[in-house]
């Protein structure tokens, strides 16, 4: 068990050191509440040299233990919302699996690296930082009476992660959840249309107010 | 003014949301009450009041009977408050409540208090009332009959949580400079320093004019007006160089919001995003219809091919400064005629 932190301020591309590296003088404040990552590294220990499957193949996995890890720590969604708490999580407590699921040489770190560990702002914000995208779904899926296959789904296709965290409509966890539901059985393309079809549809019909049916009509209508 | 029946764009300008009272520790940044901002941010939970006032008349015309006080108006048309908060991940809809008091002859008001959080709050919270139908009725050409459908929405309100901070950072410096790389050049974006060089092998007029620090006369008209096409050009370019940082984790299938670049890349992104994708209703929005587009490979040819050099044109000022340097080049070849 380790005393949670957050940054003090939300740390900008300029305030890492080379090598991704959280700068020495970077301030972090101390949470009321205490965090076990045991678990997680003990999986990424077990996983981290196997040749047959690639990172992303474990996203499910990370995600389910990362959120048994955090959903009783005491942790509010005041701190997983906060992407300083993710920061500190990814460059301080779990940054080695970070470079793992991404491949990173942290002697020639690329642009595209940083927003790893940092995570971003905009819609898709939180599906950037590579700790914050396991436990956000997580959280939201998991309380669904088939959470498992649900968060499966959501992770098993890369495209259709991105495209349902970058969605403004899945900002909304409701339509989040409704998203995931309906786009379960699909593959990449059909996804990505199904997607880009309510997106189509939200200036004139008020897709918060649907029911989760009513999404999925709406969404896969002509798929 | 004729108004078209059903177009929820002329039952927008019937709506008008705003904030009831003030919020202790807000300043307004925006204009007309729009956006309001924390001086700090806060610690403890607040209320915040809204009040809306719809125009009875132009919200009966997106009716198909036109009956503003029936019961299939009361059982089929809802007034909600619509939040969103992307830095938050938070976004709904509260329904609001008529206030029939207050309501008269020609307008309806309807109120709402909405507590926050501040704990569960980031950055800024968007606002704006929608008058949703959520009884589907006969259908009638020209009007929004389905179930869900927006008959119409207020301008949006914004209450920025953690205190606003002005963009900065946003111009670059113009620079006399030696450029090597290419003879017979005459600027060049220098991406690492953030400059504009002007080369200083150019013809000494050309530098004279160019660097000219006249507000007003002919010699800062003509400036104004050669310089404007290279504006378009170091637009344009940085531009690319934003769509760049945006795709910069393209093999991931994530493409990056204009609002987590740095400047000045950010700015020219957002402005493009808000010539690009005018009829979003938040910026939020407008900047993730550019990621869409930048997404679709189609979409991304085209943005960057036909509408990159035609926005980066009506971004500038290029047409009054032409008509302005014009104007001037004939007034003085007419006096030296007389």
């Not at chain 1, 900002?171 to 990449?188: D, G, H, P, Q, R």
């Not at chain 2, 006369?217 to 050009?233: C, H, M, Q």
């Not at chain 2, 943005?303 to 007034?331: D, G, H, R, W």
Request: glycine share 4%; with cysteine.
């Amino acid at each position: 068990m380790i005393k949670a932190k957050r940054l003090k301020k939300k740390l900008t591309k300029s305030d890492l050191d080379p090598g991704l590296v959280m700068a020495a003088n970077a301030n972090t404040l101390d949470y009321d509440f205490s965090v076990n990552f045991d678990k997680f590294r003990n999986f990424f220990d077990s996983v981290k040299t196997q040749k047959d499957l690639k990172p992303a193949d474990y996203d499910f996995e990370f995600s389910k233990i990362l959120y048994n890890s955090l959903v009783n720590s005491g942790a509010t969604d005041a701190e997983f919302y906060d992407m300083r708490f993710w920061q500190w999580v990814s460059l301080d407590q779990l940054f080695e699996y970070c470079v793992w699921r991404w491949n990173i040489d942290i002697n020639d770190v690329k642009s595209s690296h940083y927003a790893k560990v940092l995570g971003g702002g905009g819609v898709g914000g939180f599906s950037l930082n590579s700790i914050s995208r396991l436990f956000i779904p997580a959280k939201i899926l998991l309380k669904e009476s088939d959470g498992d296959a649900l968060l499966k789904s959501f992770f098993n296709i890369q495209q259709k992660e991105q495209s349902i965290s970058q969605s403004t409509l899945a900002i909304n966890s409701s339509v989040f959840i409704s998203i995931v539901k309906a786009t379960e059985n699909l593959n990449t393309n059909q996804t990505v249309k199904a997607i880009s079809r309510l997106n189509a549809r939200k200036s004139g019909m008020c897709i918060d107010a649907m029911t989760s049916e009513e999404i999925a009509d709406l969404a896969l209508e002509n798929i | 003014m004729a108004i078209n029946f059903g177009f929820k764009e002329e039952a927008d300008t019937g709506m008008e949301l705003s904030f009831l009272g003030s919020i202790k520790g807000t300043e307004n940044i925006g204009k007309d009450g729009t956006i309001l901002s924390f001086k700090e941010r806060p610690e403890t939970p607040f209320d915040i009041n809204f009040t809306l006032k719809i125009a009875k008349d132009i919200l009966s015309s997106t009716l198909p009977d036109g009956d503003i006080e029936s019961n299939s108006f009361k059982n089929s048309i809802q007034m909600n408050l619509f939040y969103e908060s992307v830095a938050s991940r938070r976004r709904g809809l509260i329904k609001l409540i008529k206030d029939n008091k207050s309501s008269d002859s020609d307008f309806f008001i309807y109120t709402l208090k909405m507590s926050i959080d501040p704990a569960l709050w980031f950055g800024d919270i968007n606002f704006k009332a929608i008058a949703l139908r959520t009884k589907e009725c006969l259908a009638k050409e020209g009007f929004n009959t389905e179930k869900h459908s927006i008959l119409g929405s207020s301008t949006e309100k914004r209450l920025y949580i953690d205190p606003f901070c002005p963009p900065s950072g946003g111009q670059l410096d113009v620079k006399i400079g030696e450029i090597d790389d290419y003879s017979g050049v005459l600027y060049k974006l220098d991406k690492e320093n953030l400059v504009v060089l002007l080369n200083n092998k150019s013809p000494k007029l050309v530098q004279q004019i160019l660097s000219c620090e006249n507000k007003t006369g002919k010699k800062a008209t003509l400036r104004d007006a050669l310089f404007e096409p290279i504006v378009i050009d170091i637009t344009e370019q940085l531009a690319r160089e934003a769509f760049k940082l945006m795709l910069a984790n393209e093999e991931d299938n994530h493409i990056i919001s204009p609002s987590d670049l740095d400047e000045p890349y950010k700015s020219v992104a957002s402005d493009i995003a808000k010539q690009l994708c005018s009829d979003s209703d938040s910026e939020d929005e407008m900047n993730q219809s550019l990621v869409d587009k930048l997404y679709d490979p189609d979409d991304r040819q085209e943005v960057i091919n036909e509408a990159l050099p035609m926005i980066v044109q009506s971004l500038s000022k290029v047409e009054s400064l032409y008509n302005s340097i014009t104007k001037v080049i004939l007034e003085t070849q007419e006096r030296s005629n007389d």
